[in-house]
């Protein structure tokens, strides 16, 4: 039996194609400033990132 689940890489995005997109509209102002500009994301890493910062303490 072979894990395939390991072998498929997930899609990376830049911070300017994320903060673009539809799906993270909402998210826009927070995206911009906890992303870095030299640095691509894949979907999983940036729902982590957007659930790490709505969850810090103020």
């Known amino acids: 039996m072979t894990k395939k689940t390991q072998d498929i890489k997930e899609t990376s995005y830049s911070k300017k194609q994320i903060v673009k997109s539809k799906k993270y509209s909402r998210y ?19 729902e982590i990132k957007i ?3 709505l969850e810090r303490k103020v």
Not at 30 to 40: G, P, Q, R
Request: no cysteine; hydrophobic share 30%.
């Open 51 to 53: 659930k790490e910062f």
């Open 28 to 46: 826009r102002d927070i995206l911009m400033s906890i992303l870095e500009d030299n640095k691509n994301y894949s979907n999983r890493e940036i």
